[in-house]
């Protein structure tokens, strides 16, 4: 089994608890309009082809900087279109006792995805807008796919973090943050909620692709 793989990050500080080592897989089925990585989008542009055992591999070399504390974190691009690698390099990861966290929109489920969340101790999910309207005009996804994800999320009580990107004009209003609040709410597996400030860091690589950035129109976030 193979895996087409992005990039690999060694010293990944903000995905997950402690020091991460990384992996951003190939490949996303949805198009949101702040993504900051349009070049995960498609599969056949991946940068790696690796097999787990090779990856698990590279991993272990970083295992003294990130220890205990930290772990492995999958990303992407979605990582759910590539559950059957990710769940064995989970795998490895798990006998050898090191941390796993999924980084994920939770717009895939399937009974690959169910096997992937077996051998998972972490979920960060991005809850991308808070009503079906705007997740299907702004991401081409569904809000409801994702509340079914987390309600699996839930049942398998797997410990998650919820992030959910600010954008300025759009998605920063009262009503807003009302509507998240009650689509969070009860949901015992939630640790914490993320709330991430909107950045343009991203524009040179729409540039470098020849595609417009859909939310060039909006201010960043503070």
Not at 38 to 63: H, Q, S
Not at 116 to 123: A, E, K
Request: charged share 25%; aromatic share 10%; net charge negative.
């Amino acid at each position: 089994m193979k895996g087409y793989i992005h990039s690999l990050q060694s010293m990944g500080t903000v995905d997950g608890p402690g020091v991460r080592f990384v992996v951003f897989m190939q490949g996303c089925p949805l198009r949101c309009g702040y993504c900051h990585n349009p070049d995960t989008w498609n599969m056949e542009d991946y940068e790696i082809e690796a097999a787990p055992e090779e990856v698990f591999e590279k991993i272990c070399r970083f295992r003294n900087y990130f220890g205990e504390d930290g772990g492995v974190t999958v990303s992407g691009g979605e990582a759910l279109m590539q559950s059957e690698f990710v769940t064995a390099l989970f795998t490895l990861c798990r006998d050898a006792r090191i941390h796993t966290c999924l980084d994920t929109s939770g717009c895939i489920w399937n009974e690959k995805t169910e096997g992937l969340l077996g051998v998972t101790d972490l979920v960060l999910l991005d809850v991308k807008m808070t009503s079906e309207e705007d997740y299907a005009r702004y991401t081409g996804g569904s809000l409801g796919q994702t509340m079914f994800f987390l309600e699996q999320l839930e049942e398998r009580r797997i410990p998650t973090w919820i992030r959910h990107v600010v954008v300025p004009g759009l998605n920063d209003g009262k009503e807003d943050r009302r509507r998240l609040e009650r689509l969070l709410h009860g949901f015992t597996c939630i640790e914490r909620t993320d709330m991430l400030p909107f950045r343009k860091l991203c524009k040179e690589k729409y540039e470098k692709l020849g595609i417009p950035f859909p939310f060039d129109v909006y201010t960043e976030g503070s």
